[in-house]
């Protein structure tokens, strides 16, 4: 059974930074693998993806977190993480990792929480 755990989230200044993990269980990242993907929910809004990173390394990001977050993995630990530099207030919510395709394609985490405030 795949699990998806994030952690990492916590209080930080406007400006400040943050790094989220999510460690993967029930499959391997190292054989076959999957594509890993973060996603934000702000307060009364719609979940929506903020980076994305294949089995290669490959990523993309939402224009809205471009040039700030950096998503990577570590497939020796199963883990993806989630860079997060100059947070604006409108960054802060529920920070969730999930499986985008493949064959574990719709597994989701329980989500860490993160807030912006000075």
């Known amino acids: 059974q795949v699990q998806l755990v994030e952690s990492g989230g916590g209080l930080v200044q406007p400006g400040g930074s943050l790094t989220l993990s999510c460690v993967a269980s029930?499959?391997?990242?190292?054989?076959?693998?999957?594509?890993m993907s973060w996603a934000h929910q702000g307060p009364g809004k719609q979940r929506e993806s903020v980076a994305s990173?294949?089995?290669?390394?490959?990523?993309n990001y939402a224009d809205s977190v471009r040039g700030r977050f950096t998503i990577s993995r570590d497939n020796a630990k199963n883990t993806v993480y989630l860079q997060m530099n100059s947070l604006k207030p409108e960054d802060a919510g529920t920070y969730y990792c999930?499986?985008?395709?493949?064959?574990?394609?719709?597994?989701w985490g329980l989500g860490t929480q993160v807030t912006v405030s000075s």
């Open positions: 999930y499986i985008p395709g493949g064959r574990y394609s719709g597994s």
């Open positions: 029930g499959f391997s990242f190292s054989y076959g693998g999957s594509p």
């Open positions: 990173i294949t089995t290669g390394g490959s990523a």
